[in-house]
């Protein structure tokens, strides 16, 4: 159970981030968005507040926002269609019921144009054609919701480049500072290394707690060796594995110990340890170069991935993982506590981020690509092309999807 709460909360808070990222730079820039959403699939939950619905869907692999103009709008309404019309005060269409069940204007569509002149002609009954304006902000009334129609200049088309840029990379952009945040709230946790030759901790019935030295103790010599900071420190012991001197300080008077350094074996490597541990920081600022240091791993990391992926060739497709096998990852990270956990979910969040600026299509990237192309050329590209090439993006990804989610399923079996 914990692991299944575990994974929903991990894809939750970054999938809520990511969305909620293309969703305040889209109205920040008057975009119309129909719809904000949270999972795909069937539709547990929603609820209109103001002209967006938001939503709740059953499979929480993914969301999204709606956004007027982002994909070619589907005709709710078209030529030939019966409709009945509800007016304002001030004489415009507020209203376009898809069911003109006792509506006082009802009447067959002849001419409409609710992108830019916004009018709409009916035939009525007995033959008499009437133009109507509509209301800039007027609704679809649909059998069980309520769309509202989306003028050019509420469409993400119409806005300039950068607009479109900046709310195109959002998503990525707030993955980035949820992982900062998380990575920094662990910072002030747990602190940062100093790097100081100071003991931050001694581990129970270690050679070190054994010798007599406690946390805080600053050693100044090992093995006849002068040790200035963590790193010499380290040096000194992984050198030695016989019987040797300690020499440190606590409360201002120097001491000396003997003790016997413990021995391990794995895979043929032989360490030496006393069970001691760095001094760490916990500050604003140490928290904030622990986010740094984070941030810094988590993208190193990622592109020392696509390296083995398309430049080495040391991992495959097969290599991939999906939502089983990040299920199956998180569910273990979660046994190790809170900490980890919070680590697991900001790794997580850049790498969602950095996959989504990928400039392929369907994804964030590649529909910055296609800003990228108009602002080179000086026009748009046709919005058709470019819903056929995401589209195909989409489909591609699909299958991918389902290959990874099935090597995943088979690892499982086998493990």
């Known amino acids: 159970m914990i692991g299944i709460l575990s994974f929903i909360l991990a894809l939750g808070v970054i999938i809520l981030v990511h969305e909620l990222g293309h969703f305040l730079v889209a109205k920040h820039y008057g975009i119309l968005c129909h719809e904000f959403s949270i999972g795909m699939g069937p539709l547990v939950w929603s609820k209109k507040r103001g002209e967006t619905t938001y939503s709740i869907r059953a499979i929480p692999f993914g969301g999204y926002v709606s956004m007027a103009g982002e994909e070619a709008e589907k005709e709710i309404v078209k030529v030939d269609q019966v409709?009945?019309?509800?007016?304002?005060?001030?004489?415009?269409?507020?209203?376009?019921?898809?069911?003109?069940?006792?509506?006082?204007?009802?009447?067959?569509?002849?001419?409409?144009?609710?992108?830019?002149?916004?009018?709409?002609?009916?035939?009525l009954e007995g033959g008499e054609v009437q133009r109507y304006d509509v209301d800039h902000d007027a609704n679809y009334i649909l059998e069980k919701s309520v769309q509202q129609i989306a003028p050019y200049d509420r469409c993400l088309e119409s806005k300039s480049k950068w607009a479109r840029f900046a709310t195109m990379a959002a998503g990525a952009t707030m993955n980035f500072v949820l992982a900062f945040v998380l990575f920094f709230i662990v910072g002030l946790a747990v602190g940062m290394p100093t790097g100081s030759n100071r003991l931050g901790g001694v581990v129970e019935n270690s050679p070190a707690q054994v010798a007599g030295l406690v946390a805080g103790d600053q050693i100044i010599s090992y093995n006849n060796h002068s040790v200035a900071n963590w790193e010499e420190l380290t040096q000194a012991i992984s050198s030695t594995k016989d019987s040797t001197t300690v020499t440190y300080i606590r409360d201002g008077q120097t001491k000396t110990v003997e003790l016997t350094p413990q021995i391990s074996e794995n895979g043929g490597q032989i360490s030496t340890s006393i069970g001691v541990s760095t001094e760490y920081e916990k500050s604003l600022l140490s928290g904030f170069n622990y986010a740094v240091f984070k941030m810094k791993e988590a993208f190193v990391s990622i592109f020392q991935t696509f390296k083995m992926l398309f430049v080495t060739k040391e991992a495959g497709i097969d290599d991939l993982s999906g939502p089983v096998g990040i299920y199956t990852m998180t569910s273990t990270i979660a046994t190790f506590g809170l900490t980890s956990l919070i680590i697991w979910i900001g790794f997580l969040s850049v790498n969602i981020g950095i996959m989504n600026l990928l400039p392929l299509p369907a994804l964030d990237g590649g529909r910055i690509v296609f800003v990228l192309i108009e602002a080179l050329i000086g026009r748009p590209i046709d919005r058709r092309v470019e819903g056929y090439v995401h589209m195909a993006g989409l489909l591609l990804f699909f299958g991918l999807f389902i290959y990874v989610t099935f090597n995943d399923v088979i690892r499982l079996i086998n493990a």
């Open 83 to 123: 409709v009945g019309l509800e007016f304002d005060q001030n004489g415009k269409v507020n209203k376009i019921f898809l069911d003109p069940t006792n509506q006082k204007v009802v009447g067959t569509i002849k001419e409409l144009d609710l992108y830019k002149a916004l009018s709409i002609t009916l035939t």
